[in-house]
């Protein structure tokens, strides 16, 4: 159940760890023993009343275990000082809890101003939190959270539980309040800073598609925090351990999986593109010898600027590529996953994602065809896996019956 | 008040308040005042308008008035800083999570101090323990204006967003800092609600301090109704009332200026 590789050191060790409230028979997390590899982010996962948040409040000791043991980077916190041990643990809940009467500068500044850092030091923190999370640090710096939409609280919640640098991050349904427009921005985001900052991160949720999307390690727990399967977002979906869990994916594993694979795993399909100067009788030309109904103007960075399509380009009547045709849409970025790619290839004009990099510039698109090829070459996998068990059964009986 | 609250939330996140924004409260705060000064101006007027026999000319001398007046603007002020100094920390004590077991004792010991009349309170004072003057009232309005300010502040701090202390909590403040930084800040708005409310109540409980020789614009009432002056009660009674509007209206000036920023 709590197989880790021998190459992760565990970040969070949980032993044991045993909580049953005041008045109740039955312990709410029941001697859970769990491995938190470094650098990861491990989900809790389950029904509602399983013990998952139970279980995660008791990591920073929000809620203090009734018995077990609680290691934290190899040290046993079970009894250390509440108040230093969250100092460490940075915490993101649903509600975010912003302090209403502080600026979002204040807010951030919280746990450094605790720590005793200079005020320089925490100034210069805060605007690299803001920047970080994509928030412009002179606008937002003195403004106050009820000046500011979900999303954009949601950034500062994640902001300032970064603020002190801590090597552990516990999030209780962290995007389960906003919506799922802005969630699923607010994911790509997070997997995205993620990347770059590699905390061990324990997240609560009890959205499956959440977890498949967000985790590196999936932990599906049931009544009494039990875990009932601890592997990774693939092996889950590919073999769940039993039907509890094979009922809690839900219908549509096979979907699910799009969520899986990234647009950076997947060859890109090329378009025909100009570059911004270009005349429309030229555009008209390259348009002619490509597949498409329409071209992509570039600027001169190589970011998209322009969809033009065969009929704006006939009735240009003069005008400059970037005066006509539509503004570039459903643009992915490279960490994107297949679902986000196909979700937006639907509604497109031109029935592609235009794939660009971290600076905006234009990589490719991800076309149907792309997402049905990924979706074949799973199947095959599978069916390849599942070939080689009824192969080693068949052998099995064929060695019997010689 | 209302009216500054509604400006703060519609205007646009981001633009600085205009110039009109900041200072148009102040007309609307500098209106009562005026008002006040004209009632004052009409008071002075008739009186001087009138033949005032001996009795009179004694009780309305600009001397007496103006140290009636002052001890009446201390009666109140005395008694609504001790009400603050034993209700805000009593409330902060009850809202803890150990004392939840006195609660409800100590809210019946404190609605029992609101539902005693204060004049019954006074005269009980005098003829029980022949405690007078000054301090004897302070002593009744005191009893009589705890209430408001304990459930306020109990009120103002039971109300703060859970989520706000479980973060703040899970941040690593410590129960004080959670306390300090966050529950009193966010308390305040409605525990001066509660000390304003107070502080009227203390203006016109006043009057009472009279019958057990404490002093204050009561003085001038009393007086006028025992000797059949009817100016002289009127005076009184006038100035008690204008006094009982401007607290409030400085007391609701004060909310405005002490709110924290950002709610």
Redo the contacts between chains.
Sequence with gaps: MTETGPADRPMIRLEELTKTFPGQQRPAVDALTLDIPEGEIVILVGPSGCGKTTTMKMI?R?IEPTSGRILLDGEDVTHADP?????RIG?V?Q?????????IAENIA??PK?LGWDAQRVAARVDELLTTVRMDPA?YRG??????SGGQRQRV?VA??LSADPDVM?MDEPFGAIDPITRDRLQNEFLRLQAQVRKTIVFVTHDIDEAIKMGDRIAILREGSEVVQYDTPETILTHPANDFVRDFIGSGASLKRLNLSRVRDIELSHWPTVPEGTSPEEALRVLRSAPGSAVLVLDAQGRPRRWVGATDLQRADGRRLDQIGMHPEAIVEPHATLSDALNELITARYSVATVVDGNGVYQGVVDIDRITEAIRTMRSDDQRTARRGLDEASDAAGSRWS | MTASTDWATVRPPGTDPARGGRWWPWIGRLALPVVLALVLLALWLYVGSQELDSIEARSLTAETIGETAARHVALTAVSTVLVVALAVPLGILLTRPFTRRYRGLLLTVANIGQAVPTIGLLALLAVAFFFLGFWAAVVGLVAYAVLPVLRNTMVGLEGVDPAVLEAGKGMGLSGRQVLRRLELPLAVPVILAGIRTALVINVGTATLAAYINGGGLGTLIVAGFSTNRFLVSLTGAVLTAVLALLVDHLAGIAEDVLKPKGL
């Design positions: 920073n929000i108040d230093q041990l969250r100092r915490y809940i509600q975010i809890g912003l302090f209403p009467h502080m600026t919280t746990v605790l606008e403004r106050y959270p009820k000046e500011l919640g300032r539980a516990l």
